[in-house]
């Protein structure tokens, strides 16, 4: 699985859209697995650093006992909608699947400054990464997974 960096290092350009989207809009919804399977959804915030991108959460909180059961999870990261009448002025939805792998070392909570008793902190390994945008009258979809280059699809 890949960290951010290695994302960053596939898909350059891809990837400096997505950062830009995940670093401007704080909110972000996770999807996770509950025991039976299902999906939950839990607003998160998310944290780029060290070439890593992190989600915390409280002590006991579901979506991270969904993550510690089981560790595929999505973030959908949202943008505000176009203004007026141009679509192609929307910036676009980034999604981001993976896992996410708790990580409980004293030293790393220290150097990303999680102080909460028994709060928990993920490090995203990344396997896929979608933008989805409008460009004039055309559904834009530029998506990478792990391990190849990036693609893009257009439907009108």
Not at 9 to 31: C, F, M, N
Not at 82 to 93: F, K, L, N, Q, T
Not at 120 to 145: A, P, S
């Amino acid at each position: 699985m890949g960290s951010w960096q290695e994302f960053e290092q596939q898909a350059p350009e891809l990837s400096k859209v997505a950062r830009r989207l995940v670093e401007a809009y704080r909110h972000k919804v996770l999807a996770t697995l509950r025991r039976d399977g299902s999906p939950r959804v839990s607003g998160t915030e998310t944290t780029l650093k060290n070439g890593e991108l992190w989600i915390g959460s409280m002590g006991g909180a579901v979506k991270a006992l969904d993550l510690r059961r089981d560790p595929r999870m999505a973030i959908h990261v949202t943008s505000r909608a176009p203004e007026g009448d141009d679509p192609s002025s929307w910036e676009g939805d980034v999604k981001l699947a993976g896992r996410a792998i708790e990580i409980t070392g004293a030293d790393v909570l220290a150097a990303l400054e999680v102080s909460e008793e028994g709060s928990h902190l993920f490090r995203i390994e990344l396997t896929e990464v979608v933008w989805t945008h409008v460009e004039g009258d055309e559904l834009v979809i530029d998506f990478w997974q792990e391990g190849s280059s990036p693609h893009q699809v257009r439907r009108h």
